[in-house]
T-cell receptor
Framework: NAGVTQTPKFQVLKTGQSMTLQCAQDMNHNSMYWYRQDPGMGLRLIYY???????DKGEVPNGYNVSRLNKREFSLRLESAAPSQTSVYFC???????????FGQGTRLTVV | GQQVMQIPQYQHVQEGEDFTTYCNSS?????IQWYKQRPGGHPVFLIQ?????EVKKQKRLTFQFGEAKKNSSLHITATQTTDVGTYFCSPLSMYSGGGADGLTFGKGTHLIIQP
């Protein structure tokens, strides 16, 4: 099994550009999550989807949008990238907050 | 999200020394999970603690959940270079609803091992 797959692995954007980070899981999990990781800040939850058809804001949702396309896929969109969004982004999936989460390999995004 | 304090932020140890990281919450928790992230890698689940006073062991790693379910610790005995990384706790409040919440994390403890 591939587990959780994120694309792309690396991306450089110019300020104001838009892009979508893709995430897919093949474990039939109900819940999916997007995090950003910055030095000294740990993992901060951006958005999550507890089940297909639902999405909720996390700790740092401003500047992002998400789409739970189906049970497998959960995408994160930056409509107008800013340098403050330079970070490593992780997608994760699980069967809910009372079970373990499985993480993707991460996307390293730089906004210049 | 659930507010927790994870300490210390950084810990330097000599190889062979013990290491402990703590996760402290101001509110009672339903459960707590621990994850490890190697440098350049992604977080990997280690364990989940659910019961008050629970102690679980994985080889040289010992995990504890406090009696009041407000704090937890991860202790590594005789550290090895393979233990290098960042250790995160992920607490779930007992007031959360049905497990359909976002998983939040402490800021992590960076373990640096000097050979």
């Amino acid at each position: 099994n591939a587990g959780v797959t994120q694309t792309p692995k690396f991306q450089v954007l110019k300020t104001g550009q838009s892009m979508t980070l893709q995430c897919a899981q093949d474990m039939n999990h109900n819940s999916m999550y997007w995090y950003r990781q910055d030095p000294g800040m740990g993992l901060r939850l951006i958005y999550y989807s507890a089940s297909e058809g639902t999405t909720d804001k996390g700790e740092v949702p401003n500047g992002y949008n998400v789409s739970r396309l189906n049970k497998r896929e959960f995408s994160l969109r930056l409509e107008s990238a800013a340098p403050s969004q330079t970070s490593v982004y992780f997608c994760a999936s699980g069967q809910g907050s009372r079970t373990e989460a499985f993480f993707g390999q991460g996307t390293r995004l730089t906004v210049v | 999200g659930q507010q927790v304090m994870q300490i210390p932020q950084y810990q330097h140890v000599q190889e062979g020394e013990d290491f402990t990281t703590y996760c402290n919450s101001s509110t009672t928790l339903s459960n707590i999970q621990w994850y490890k992230q190697r440098p350049g890698g992604h977080p990997v689940f280690l364990i989940q603690l659910v019961k008050s006073g629970e102690v679980k062991k994985q080889k040289r790693l010992t995990f504890q959940f406090g009696e009041a379910k407000k704090n937890s610790s991860l202790h590594i005995t005789a550290t090895q270079t393979t233990d290098v990384g960042t250790y995160f706790c992920s607490p779930l409040s007992m007031y959360s609803g049905g497990g359909a919440d976002g998983l939040t994390f402490g800021k992590g403890t960076h373990l640096i091992i000097q050979p």
